[in-house]
């Protein structure tokens, strides 16, 4: 594989069917992934999806990982936490306004924050996935000062234009804008068509 990997998180906000989708996605496609599933984003996936392990979520994403290397979220040494590593970029689908606030303040304290913040001292893609509502105003000035550092806020808020009429047709759109963010030429969702 000549292309480089994504990082994708996983953390604890709602929204874990976002994620399923997405890494079912890129896995189908052989789109390297390095993996990190914090210990709450692995409660979401089994209250939200009934997904209660990594083998769990392997299956359901469609059970070739060839392309998936999973790294702890206490492994701060892993490969994404270093700048000279190479990866294009990484999502944190979904994200929490705990993630946020630890990324938008530099505290590094995980891998999965650690590499957020790789991802924006090299320039790299660094896209987040927030499902949180009503926003608070430390919430609106985190997600600010990401932005101004040169991060992606994609919220969890599908659009409704296509008619969708299965939830799976709301994920798609979301993780559809995800994608293009990651500039991965996949199409999964209608565009507008003016």
């Not at 906000?13 to 996605?25: H, K, N």
């Not at 944190?92 to 606030?101: F, K, L, Q, R």
Request: some cysteine; glycine content about 10%.
């Amino acid at each position: 594989m000549s292309q480089l990997p994504i990082v994708m998180a996983i953390s604890g906000a709602s929204g874990a069917p976002y994620a399923v989708r997405l890494l079912e996605v890129l896995a189908a496609r052989r789109v390297p992934v390095w993996l990190i599933v914090t210990s709450h984003g692995q409660r979401l996936l089994e209250a939200e999806c009934g997904i209660p392990d990594l083998e769990g979520l392997q299956r359901a994403t469609g059970g070739d990982w060839s392309s998936v290397t999973v790294y702890p979220d206490t492994d701060r040494g892993a490969k994404p936490a270093s700048g000279s590593a190479k990866w294009a970029g990484m999502v944190i689908c979904p994200c929490s306004m705990g993630t946020v606030s630890a990324i938008a303040q530099g505290s590094s304290r995980s891998l999965v924050e650690r590499a957020a913040d790789v991802a924006l001292k090299e320039r790299r893609k660094l896209v987040v996935v927030p499902r949180e509502t009503p926003l608070s105003l430390i919430h609106l000035r985190n997600l600010t000062t990401l932005t101004e550092a040169g991060g992606v806020v994609i919220p969890a808020a599908p659009g409704f234009y296509h008619r969708p009429t299965k939830i799976s047709e709301l994920v798609d759109f979301i993780v559809q804008r995800v994608l293009d963010q990651l500039d991965l030429g996949i199409d999964i969702a209608p565009r507008w068509g003016g």
